[in-house]
Every structure is written in structure tokens, then in C-alpha cells.
């Protein structure tokens, strides 16, 4: 039988839009314009947070060995304002990763400063933190700020930035099996240097932004403090504006404190296979 050229290139569209998941690389994509939270979040006023700066537009993460290769991509180029010495000076991400999909196993609690929670069914078991920090500065705020959670996070142990990629290498201690089968999100937020209280090297949204405070959200500790983030299939579509505002939707009370915290799903081939499984086990 004859496949008709208009087949085929419907094909190769949906292909070219799709997330690459395949064994030891996986790879996602991100729209473009929506560095702004749950839809209200402003940049704070001084130049060096140029337009696009926290804005995600793609993520591959790769298995070597015992290492994994992780590639960042921003909507805008690269500086290094602040002499940093990597390249950039800004961006920092968290990168969560649910190697199970099994509610009870692994955490939904985040690292203080981001006022978010995992829903039950996509806990995590690592994060990685790319930061443009020193590694051993890092480290000693991940030791003294994370808490319970301070031995499931990873540090690269060499992190650059360059163009409009940032690109790091870590050790993936404990972390095994079939990164297509993993489940991924990806929090962008912005390093700094003299984080308030326990927060770990994140910067705050406010309700009105300042010269390095963005704004938008709540001075309490109800407001996601989350620039940008990994949401739908990842593949890109302008339907996942909408599904990262619905994620980081959120509920504050009269004192500051969250009435609704944001709760974030993740991203993956194995979040996928974990529905199917459920559906296909509700049928029986």
C-alpha cells in the first residue's frame, strides 16, 4: 500500500515536535514567553536580567557511564555580569528527577526558596543544582539550608555557560536505571548571592519588583518563587503556557502564609507509561 506524501509529512511534523526519549538521552522542549511564573511575574529592574534571560527553551539531559550531561537553553545570550567565571551569572535551575513514578517513594517537598511541592505521584529522588556559584560554595548551602533532603541533591561538578546554552557534568550518584523512563522537571530561578534566610541561593518574587527582586507575586512565602518551568509533553506547544500557569497557580492567606501551594507534575516518557498503566488496570 501506498503512503501518501501528505502522510508522511504529517509524520515527520509530529516527530519534530515531539520530545526526544530514547535509552540514555532524553530531551525536551519549551515555549518561548513564558518567563513569567503563573502568568503575573515581572523581571526585576536592573539591566543585567535582560528580557529572555530565564526564559527555558529546551533540555537534554544524557547518561555517560557513571555521569550525566545535562544542556540548559535560554531564550537570550549569555552574560557574565557579575564575573562569575562560567560564562553566565544570572540563570539557575533545579532539575528534579523521578526514576519510579511510585507514590510514598522519594520526596514532594522542594529546597527552600522555591515554594513549590511535588504532587504524590511525581516525587522525586534527585535534584541537580546548576548554578553559576562555586561548587564548594553550592555545597555548603545545599549542607546547611536542604535539610532531610540535603543527600538527594546533586551537585555538577563542572557547569558552563555559552551563546545561549548552558552546559553541565555531574556524578550520578544513585541515580540508575533508563533515563527514558524517568520522569523530569525543570525550575528556572535566578542565582543569588545573598539568598534571605534558609532559602538555598534563590531569589524572591515580591509584589512589585525591584532592582533585584522580581515582582508579580506576594511579599509572603505563598507565591512559587519559579520563573519558568518544564510543563505538558514537553514539546514545546503553546498549550503548555497554559498547563505551567495552571502548575503554578497558588492560594495566599490573610498572613502571607500559602493557603494553595503550587503543585508541579513532571515531564517523561515514564509519567506516560505510568497513566497507561492505570488506565489499563482501571479497565480490568
Known sequence: MKTSRFALWTLAAALVGAPALAGDKVSFKDPTGDDNGPGTYKYPTDTVYKRGSFDLTDFTFEKKGDKGEITLGFNTT?????????????????IFIDTDHK???????????????FAPKDAW????????????RVKAEVG??????????????KTKGSGRKITSTVDLAGLTGDPSQWGFQVIVQSNEGFPAGNDLLTR????????????????????????????????????????????????????????????????GAGEKAT???KKAEEKK
Open 78 to 94: 549569555l552574560e557574565d555580569a557579575w564575573k562569575m567565571g562560567n560564562g553566565f551569572s544570572v540563570q539557575m535551575a533545579f
Open 204 to 267: 524572591k518574587v515580591n509584589e512589585y519588583e525591584g532592582q533585584h527582586r522580581f515582582g508579580g507575586g506576594n511579599d509572603g512565602e505563598c507565591d512559587p518563587h519559579v520563573i519558568d518551568l518544564l510543563a505538558g509533553e514537553g514539546k514545546g506547544e503553546a498549550s503548555e503556557v497554559k498547563a505551567q500557569h495552571d502548575m503554578l497557580s497558588y492560594e495566599c492567606a490573610e498572613d502571607g502564609t500559602a493557603k494553595k501551594m503550587a503543585t508541579l507534575s513532571m515531564v
Open 144 to 157: 546547611n539550608k536542604a535539610g532531610a533532603l540535603k543527600d538527594n541533591v546533586l551537585v555538577p561538578n
Open 125 to 136: 529522588e534527585k535534584v541537580i543544582v546548576i548554578s553559576p556559584q562555586a561548587t564548594g
Open 103 to 117: 507514590e510514598g517513594s522519594g520526596s514532594t517537598d522542594a529546597p527552600p526558596g522555591l515554594n513549590v511541592k
Open 275 to 277: 497513566a497507561e498503566e
